[in-house]
């Protein structure tokens, strides 16, 4: 299995922050890593798809890259809305995986 | 829109099978979309269980494969998921989700169902 690695575990940035998060693949990838966002008591919401593509109706505040073992996902500004946790999921190789996730609050 | 709605006994017993059915509303189960799900212990992360297009091609978990059976049920525009020999590591949140291809992306979503395994 493909294990995929979220730094930091958790975080907390004042409204307005730039924000970035790392996935990292213990195997490449290629861009075949998806960014879903899940706020406290909700089901996850799709942001990313392909490493950097917004899927619609995304902020574009949110941004993604990275190829082979290395991603990163960035809020440009922080936003209240924008409290809860982050996975990356990787589409390479079956079974499909999630990163553990990172949890992002407001200080 | 597309909507998901899953449905089913929220408390198993150990041993047993537990069963949910996820109900889409707004697209036709049979359009090209696969139908996926995912579930979420307590407090933890996502774990894939599996995907199924059309009854035709079904991709699961190694890890839960030989407990794991879905279905489509085209008729009621349903899709199903069945676990047998539950235990409490079973316990968590199942979603149902709607995805282009069998590895995703997941863009939509139903808004989970909690199930305890517990006697």
């Known amino acids: 299995d493909i294990q995929l690695?979220?730094?930091p575990s958790s975080l907390s940035a004042s409204v307005g922050d730039r924000v970035t998060i790392t996935c990292q693949a213990n195997q490449g990838i290629n861009n075949f890593l998806n960014w879903y966002q899940q706020r406290p008591g909700e089901a996850p919401k799709l942001l990313i798809y392909d490493a950097s593509n917004l899927d619609t109706g995304v902020p574009s505040r949110f941004s993604g890259g990275g190829s082979g073992t290395d991603f990163t996902f960035t809020i440009s500004s922080l936003q209240p809305e924008d409290v809860a946790t982050y996975?990356?999921?990787?589409?390479?190789?079956l079974p499909l995986t999630f990163g553990p996730g990172t949890k992002v609050d407001i200080k | 829109q597309v909507q998901l709605q899953e449905s089913g006994p929220g408390l198993v017993k150990p041993s047993e099978t537990l069963s949910l059915t996820c109900t889409v509303s707004g697209y036709s189960i049979n359009r090209g979309y696969y139908w996926v799900w995912i579930r979420q212990p307590p407090g933890r992360g996502l774990e894939w269980i599996g995907s199924i297009y059309q009854n035709a091609d079904t991709y699961y978990n190694p890890s839960l494969k030989s407990r794991l059976t879905m279905s489509v049920d085209t008729p009621r525009n349903q899709f199903s998921l069945k676990l047998s020999s539950v235990t409490a590591a079973d316990t968590a949140v199942y979603y149902c989700a709607g995805?282009?291809?069998?590895?995703?992306?997941f863009d939509y979503w139903g808004q989970g169902s909690l199930v305890t395994v517990s006697s």
């Open chain 1, 87 to 93: 996975y990356c999921q990787q589409y390479d190789n």
């Open chain 1, 5 to 7: 690695t979220q730094s």
């Open chain 2, 99 to 105: 995805s282009p291809g069998y590895s995703g992306p």
